[in-house]
């Protein structure tokens, strides 16, 4: 057990969706840690009102299928036994969720890529073709500046350093 546990703080689990009979829990910050959720898997399985459960380390999901109320089911996995393992916190602003998402995608293009291409690689070179087809079909001149503007605009910040938010 102890080498589940991260040092002395939990981990938090995000409700990032759920329809009657079902709910997704995102872990971001085990993604990867096969152990951790064959762990999770195992102690939501033996709640009684849930179906089944299905992980994906790979992205920090859980998928449970359950019967009955949302909340009687977080609330019984909070106090079973995996309380101990996660706090479901409430989810994170949708402007957080958005860039957890984008980055999960840039590091999957990068992975399949072999490190050739980043998302913000992808993006330059879509927005430069749509406005090569839209100048070859003669459809809209504008779209196309507007689209190669873009385009150029992502490869200018590809050089800076990246910007850093201030409270």
């Known amino acids: 057990m102890s080498s589940i546990r991260r040092s002395s703080s939990k981990t938090t689990a995000h409700v990032v969706h759920s329809v ?37 380390p ?4 859980v998928l449970v299928h359950h019967s009955g109320n949302i909340a009687d089911l977080l609330v019984a ?24 998402e984008v980055a999960t995608f840039d590091e999957l293009v990068q992975r399949v890529t072999s ?14 073709t749509l406005a090569g087809v839209q100048l070859v079909t003669g459809n809209q001149p504008v779209i196309a500046i507007t689209l190669a503007w873009y385009a150029s605009e992502l490869l200018r910040r590809w050089e800076e350093p990246p910007r850093t938010m201030t409270p």
């Open 20 to 56: 009657p009979g079902r709910i997704r829990l995102r872990i971001h910050n085990r993604r990867h840690h096969r152990q951790f959720f064959q762990h999770v898997e195992e102690r939501l399985n033996q709640l009684p009102q849930v179906k089944s459960v299905e992980s994906d």
């Open 115 to 128: 490190g050739q291409l980043d998302l913000t690689t992808l993006a330059m070179f879509g927005l430069f």
């Open 58 to 61: 790979l992205t920090g999901s």
């Open 77 to 100: 996995a909070a106090t079973s036994g995996l309380g101990e393992l996660v706090d479901l916190g409430p989810p994170p602003a949708v402007a957080e969720q958005i860039r957890a």
